[in-house]
């Protein structure tokens, strides 16, 4: 099994280098478009590498608190309105595991799917920021207006939105918890 993944990942690395060399030779080595490209193969590596290693958020951001859940900011953004949007178009199959598939996956694996999700949307955000940085700093503004548009859509609103989701995760774990421990003394 290790290998098997092992070799997976080799094999993903190598096609993605591929066709990030073969679009760097059409538009060209500067072109602030490989940046995006690099970040999506981050990310599609990311995924693949899950099960040998899953990346995880800064011990600092990996709480979730109760705010996450009620709070204005979330709402003022549009955040569940995004969700929604994750949920009820094909947009779902992008990262199909973080959603538990009428019951099939234990609450433990979803949230440990969740986590891995949300870790990767924030690394790729990491990494791909100071790139945005640079190709404003070449002077190339409607093309960082365009990455930072890209960052927002597809690394701060996943990631927000998948806070949302740990902070569910979270409270049914403690009702689980609870009805649980009630069936146990009962």
């Known amino acids: 099994m290790f290998w098997r993944d092992l070799t997976k990942l080799i094999v993903v690395a190598i096609f993605f280098a591929a066709c990030l060399y073969m679009l760097a030779d059409v538009i060209g080595f500067s072109s602030p478009w490989l940046g995006l490209l690099m970040m999506f193969n981050l990310m599609g590596l990311a995924k693949v590498a899950e099960p040998l290693f899953v990346l995880r958020m800064p011990r600092a951001l990996r709480t979730v608190g109760p705010w996450t859940l009620d709070g204005r900011l979330y709402r003022w953004l549009g955040v569940r309105g995004f969700g929604d949007l994750l949920r009820s178009t094909p947009l779902r199959y992008l990262n199909h595991s973080v959603y538990r598939s009428g019951g099939r996956r234990s609450l433990a694996e979803l949230k440990r799917q969740a986590e891995s999700a949300e870790a990767t949307h ?45 902070a569910r ?5 403690r009702v689980d918890g609870l009805r649980k421990a009630a069936q146990e003394t009962g």
């Not at 190709?135 to 859509?153: C, D, F, H, M």
């Open 122 to 166: 924030f690394w790729a955000a990491v990494l791909f920021t100071p790139y945005i940085a640079y190709v404003w700093s070449r002077g190339l503004v409607v093309e960082s207006v365009v990455l930072a548009i890209v960052q927002i859509v597809f690394n701060v609103y996943p990631i927000l939105h998948l806070r949302i989701v740990r």
């Open 169 to 173: 995760l979270g409270g049914v774990e």
